[in-house]
């Protein structure tokens, strides 16, 4: 994969060629006359491939000659801090191949060296507006009262910020700018003053601001801060176009950014999380391990990746603010490993949920009978060879072997789409009769095992065999028919001392099964050594 020239660059500029190269738009750089970077999106458009050689090669290798005279004339009126409107020019791609995509590029200074940064607008993908918005000269003016509530708001205020007149006018100045405004203050210095601001969207701008008095209240004239915005806006841009969701907290543990893609996957309320603590109240995202159990506030991905300075990564589950449970895998990794107490963390991640349910559906398929929706028989022996290696909770109590009677009686004289109704109802009275943490299953045709887990009361196995009788006994209607089936059950209890193998086990459960069959319909048997006993 084609790697930047030059890899001394901070944890920032890392983290951001990180997220470049799984950019699906194709970003480059170059010094003027070579290529010093190439995204797999750019290696691709350019080479056909996303490990061939682009680094290191003249920058005419990739222009068509009728494009590459224009694009040196503005590389030479270019200057630190510019970013050029989007123009169209024609690539060269593989196997002479050409393409003609509208293209934005930047200029700035690395290790004393020009460094321009190409971004192309693939058509497939959209295309690019005319300006960024840290490059317009557009310049807000926003009328207060003297106590900085808003009573005037121009067109390129609700440029710069994204927010319509009538949805500020009558708010305070610093809410909507999402930052302190100190109007008396900025009044007496008489001069513009750097400041961040925060856009509905939740990106932050770099604003130049001046402050004058007016009859009224106050007139704030807010201009984007060019050069010291560009590089920042072209991240957020960046990032708002790639499809892995990009958040960022500060060591706090509070939300500081959120790209498009994440806003996307944790709903439309998402922006509401910016600025607040992950486990604030009614905007929390509940977060689940992959056994289901949530996670702890103590156990966030933060806190482990600030207490060891290493990366995360893995599957998780979270709630979204309307309730849906959406499934990411994701990584996360701090931004400053030299401090990470006072770092902030990435994450960066993809959404799984339509993956994470179909691996769901199968492993629910696999384990559990189609018919009765049952565990089947290999969850069974699964849990019940659990549940007997266990002590203490969780421990297999006993195992009930249930053979229904008379199923035979109503396949053959209804059909076995009749008795396939009768199993399912029979299914679902067993599972009602049976303890919440018991398992009950299909281990085939018309044979049942309950498997009790946890302890047992003295006197409750025989309980459940009893209401495991009576629903069975209970009258079954399927369509205009009622039927009539019932049960033998094979009981064999677990001790505490246990020294029989699970095979052994559910032999001795199957053994009892048959005893009782062998008194007759609806009866019960507990096994015993002694053929005699019951």
């Not at 010291?228 to 958040?247: F, K, N, P, Y």
């Not at 409750?460 to 019932?486: Q, Y």
Request: hydrophobic share 45%; charged share 25%; proline share 5%.
């Amino acid at each position: 994969m084609p790697v930047h020239a030059h890899d001394d660059s901070p944890a920032g500029e890392g983290a951001y060629r990180r997220l470049l190269d799984r950019s699906l738009l194709p970003v480059c750089t170059h010094d003027g006359d070579v290529m010093t970077y190439a995204n797999r999106a750019a290696a691709v458009m350019l080479t056909g491939s996303p490990d061939a050689t682009v680094v290191g090669r003249p920058i005419a290798d990739f222009i068509h000659p009728d494009s590459l005279a224009a694009v040196r004339e503005r590389i030479s009126r270019m200057r630190d801090g510019d970013v050029t409107r989007a123009s169209e020019i024609t690539v060269l791609g593989p196997d002479d191949t050409t393409r003609t995509v509208p293209v934005v590029a930047a200029r700035d200074t690395r290790h004393g060296l020009p460094r321009y940064e190409v971004l192309f607008y693939d058509p497939l993908f959209g295309t690019a507006a005319d300006d960024p918005p840290a490059a317009r000269t557009a310049e807000a003016i926003i009328n207060t009262d003297r106590d900085g509530i808003i009573t005037g708001w121009n067109t390129d205020a609700h440029t710069l910020y994204g927010r319509a007149g009538p949805d500020v006018i009558g708010s305070p100045i610093d809410e909507i700018v999402g930052a302190a405004v100190p109007l008396d203050d900025l009044t007496a210095a008489g001069a513009r003053r750097a400041a961040t601001h925060v856009r509905a969207d939740g990106g932050t701008v770099a604003v130049r601001v001046l402050v004058v008095r007016s009859v009224d209240g106050f007139v704030l004239s807010a201009t984007a801060d060019v050069v010291a915005d560009r590089s920042g806006w072209r991240m957020q841009a960046l990032l708002d176009l790639i499809h892995e969701g990009v958040v960022v907290m500060d060591s706090e543990g509070r939300v500081e950014y959120m790209n498009a893609a994440a806003r996307r996957m944790f709903g439309s309320q998402a922006r509401d999380l910016i600025g607040l603590h992950h486990s604030s109240g009614a905007l929390d995202l509940p977060m689940f391990a992959p056994n289901g159990e949530q996670i702890s506030t103590e156990s966030h991905p933060i806190r482990w990746i600030q207490k060891t300075g290493l990366s995360l990564g893995g599957d998780v589950g979270i709630d979204r603010l309307d309730g849906e449970r959406v499934w990411i895998n994701g990584h996360g990794a701090l931004i400053d490993p030299d401090d990470p107490v006072h770092s902030s963390v990435l994450f960066s991640f993809t959404d799984i949920t339509a993956h994470h349910d179909a691996r769901t559906r199968l492993l629910h398929d696999a384990t559990h009978d189609a018919l009765t929706g049952l565990p089947n028989r290999v969850h069974a022996l699964n849990r019940a060879a659990a549940g007997l290696a266990r002590t203490g909770p969780g421990r297999l109590a006993a195992v009930l072997f249930i053979d229904l009677d008379r199923l035979k009686t109503v396949n053959d004289r209804h059909g076995h789409p009749i008795g396939d109704d009768v199993l399912r109802i029979a299914a679902q009275r067993m599972r009602a009769a049976a303890r919440a943490d018991d398992v009950v299953a299909r281990i085939g045709g018309d044979e049942f095992v309950v498997l009790l887990m946890g302890a047992v009361a003295p006197g409750e196995v025989d309980a459940i065999a009893r209401r495991l009788h009576e629903v069975l006994a209970d009258e079954v209607v399927v369509g205009s028919l009622r039927l009539r089936i019932g049960a033998s059950i094979g009981i064999t209890t677990i001790a505490d001392c246990e020294t029989r193998t699970l095979a052994e086990v559910l032999r001795d459960a199957d053994a009892a099964m048959y005893r009782a069959k062998a008194r007759g319909p609806a009866n019960t048997a507990h096994f015993h050594p002694d053929p005699a006993g019951s």
